[in-house]
């Protein structure tokens, strides 16, 4: 599967938009762009998903590049709760998720 | 909204114990994977199933691990001889389909730990 690369970790506070990005260079033009957090102590929870328009969902938005060698999540209203560990996965071929070592997003009060 | 169960939460063995881990899919899904998670490293894929086979599996999916399906609503994992390194966060997914496109719902997974 083709690499992603996140920030490490990133920062946004309370009530404020977060936008978490997302560099994938090596996407073939079939692959999704998916993405998941991880909140401490439990499994991960699908946010949103995409292909090459932008997606609009109750949790997110997804921003993809129209070379599509970019994508950005984009939290409108930050949360305590949205304080997690966020995942860019690119599926491909196979029916695995290759998690990377994500953007850890801490929101301050 | 359906989720994915898994039980025990919490699992404590002996090395060289036999465990199973248990889970219970969202209902219609025809997909069924096992991760794991070591304490602070990411999550790695184990091996998937479907229509009662296993479809893909990673390296760390040796002969040790087993993966059943015993009746129309449970998916297993088993590890026949436990090592003090398979202790870890297991975690359970299904998805719909197998398709690029198709978003895979995670359980909230077994801590066990091996002594």
């Known amino acids: 599967d083709a690499k992603t690369t996140q920030p490490n970790s990133m920062e946004s506070n309370e009530e404020e938009p977060v936008h978490l990005p997302c560099n994938h260079s090596t996407i073939s033009g079939t692959d999704y762009i998916h993405w998941y957090r991880q909140l401490p102590s439990q499994g991960p929870e699908y946010v949103i998903h995409g292909l090459t328009s932008n997606v609009n969902n109750r949790m997110a938005s997804l921003a993809i590049a129209e070379d599509r060698k970019s994508s950005t999540l984009i939290l409108h209203r930050a949360t305590l709760r949205d304080a997690a560990v966020y995942y860019c996965?690119?599926?491909?071929?196979?029916?695995?998720?290759?998690f990377g070592t994500g953007t850890s997003l801490t929101v301050i009060p | 909204e359906p989720e994915v169960t898994q039980t025990p939460s919490h699992q404590v063995t002996q090395m060289g114990q036999e465990v199973i881990l248990r889970c219970v899919p969202i209902s219609n899904h025809l997909y069924f994977y096992w991760y794991r998670q070591i304490l602070g490293q990411k999550v790695e894929f184990l091996v998937s199933f479907y229509n009662n086979e296993i479809s893909e599996k990673s390296e760390i999916f040796d002969d040790q691990f087993s993966v059943e399906r015993p009746d129309g609503s449970n998916f297993t994992l088993k590890i026949r001889s436990t090592k003090l390194e398979d202790s870890a966060m297991y975690f359970c997914?299904?998805?719909?389909?197998?398709?690029?496109?198709?978003?895979?719902?995670f359980g909230p997974g077994t801590r066990l730990l091996v002594l």
């Open positions: 996965i690119l599926r491909s071929t196979g029916n695995q998720f290759y």
């Open positions: 997914a299904s998805s719909e389909g197998g398709r690029r496109g198709e978003t895979q719902y």
